[in-house]
């Protein structure tokens, strides 16, 4: 019973931290493509949503996708799929994409604002940070009132 206690919170510290890396991953993707100064004019072929939650008592949250296409300098065409582009952004608009030449799948067609980057990067690190710490914290405790307990057996 005792390792249920230790078990939980460490899988949730390892899911915690698979999604840190993941958010590190794509913003280090995000602001190569901006710095690396390759440009190209890429056409919207397709928009839609995905939902999450179940509605009812829960809310329900919408994500937006875009689907672009576009040639590199080298003439290869590049598709790549990208979430929480603008609303007003529609199948055959022709948008400009940030891309670096090694790891063109990896564009955005996000304007470059590193700032608002750094600060989104940021603050999910901190509540992932925060979680990570309760599960740390809650195992610290359980393992006293375990110990505390063992005491009190005969």
């Not at 004019?41 to 509605?55: E, F």
């Not at 996708?65 to 952004?89: C, K, L, S, W």
């Not at 955005?108 to 710490?133: D, E, H, N, Q, Y």
């Amino acid at each position: 019973m005792e390792a249920f206690f230790y078990v939980v919170p460490l899988l949730m510290i390892g899911l915690v931290s698979f999604a840190a890396y993941t958010v590190i991953r794509r913003a280090r993707d995000v602001s190569s493509a901006w710095n690396s100064g390759l440009t190209a004019q890429a056409r919207c072929l397709r928009t839609y949503t995905t939902t999450s939650g179940g509605g009812g008592e829960t809310s329900v949250h919408t994500t937006l996708h875009h689907v672009y296409e576009f040639a590199t300098r080298e003439g290869r065409m590049v598709r790549f799929d990208e979430t929480g582009g603008p609303g007003t952004t529609v199948e055959g608009d022709i948008v400009t994409v940030h891309y670096v030449a090694d790891r063109p799948e990896r564009a955005t067609a996000k304007a470059p604002a590193p700032g608002r980057l750094a600060a989104g990067t940021g603050c999910l690190l901190a509540i992932f940070g925060v979680i990570i710490a309760f599960c740390l914290g809650f195992m610290v405790v359980a393992h006293t009132m375990f110990d505390a307990a063992d005491g009190f057996t005969p």
